[in-house]
């Protein structure tokens, strides 16, 4: 069993927490989860998960929105809460996943501000050489978004965007976010049946392959 740290940002794209959580907990694993201010608001949003203006209350709001028993196996904490066991290198935090991750906390973790919970664990997993998963979501990117993910990636972080392919053929919503959530797990080295693995063709019996995709 590992214990992995989730912050969850103001981008958009709750739904791949949400698959990551829970297939985090269904490998037997525990997950830390904490919220930013802006994404208290956006979970709102988009889940109407109602954690509180800085996630005060994702503790609670964790059964009903997860259920009983996936609720078990995970913590919740405010955005303030830089004094949550998780904000120190002393924490055996298996990993960092910020996902999604905003184009502020992406600026932010590269430049070390460590503002809140949130910040502090990616800038504690840089400088404990943890492995930190970003998943970034914005479009179209500039150039400062561009080159904040290269200095992270350049410090060994796992820059992994939010960018759902179709070689999979997907058919369903859930389809695109079980492939993108597969690959943060992929990542994270946990197993996980989070959609068929690329076969050669990809195809359904009868139709023809249009060659692999990453
Ligand atoms: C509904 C909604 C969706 C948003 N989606 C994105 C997004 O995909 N990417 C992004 O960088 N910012 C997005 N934003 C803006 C961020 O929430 C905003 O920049 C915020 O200050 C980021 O704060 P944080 O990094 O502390 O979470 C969105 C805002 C709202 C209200």
Sequence with gaps: ??????????????AYTEVVVRALVAAGHEVDLALTVAGSKVLRHELGVDAGAGGEHLARELEPWLGEEVAR???????????????????LTAACILCPCSMGTLARVAAGFSSNLVERVA???????????????????????????????????????????????????DDLVAHLAGKILDRLGVEHALGARWSGTGDPPGESGIGPGA
């Design 123 to 173: 800038d504690v997993a840089l400088k404990e050489g943890r492995r930190l998963v970003i998943v970034p979501r914005e479009t179209p990117l500039s150039v400062v978004h561009l080159e904040n993910m290269a200095r992270l990636a350049r410090l060994g972080a796992v820059i992994l965007p939010a960018m759902p392919g179709f070689y999979h053929r997907p058919r369903t919503l």
């Design 1 to 14: 069993m590992s214990r992995f740290f989730i912050g969850i940002t103001g981008a958009s794209g709750h």
């Design 73 to 91: 196996s995970v913590r919740a904490f405010a955005a303030d809460a830089i004094e949550a066991p998780p904000s120190s290198g002393t924490a």
